[in-house]
């Protein structure tokens, strides 16, 4: 099932990005930018 993240949560799907591209998922991981995060796993996203 898919879900979302509430914010505090985001961290959890930073290893999940490349640290060399996708900027702006990672400005929104990092509450830098606003934006939703979906996943198929609260506890373990991947």
Known sequence: M???LD???FSK???LLNEQGQ???IAV???INPGR???DDINNPA
Request: one cysteine or more.
């Open 29 to 31: 991981v990092e509450n």
């Open 7 to 9: 914010k505090a949560e």
């Open 2 to 4: 898919i879900s979302e």
């Open 13 to 15: 799907c930073r290893k």
């Open 23 to 25: 900027l702006e998922a």
């Open 37 to 39: 995060i979906f996943v």
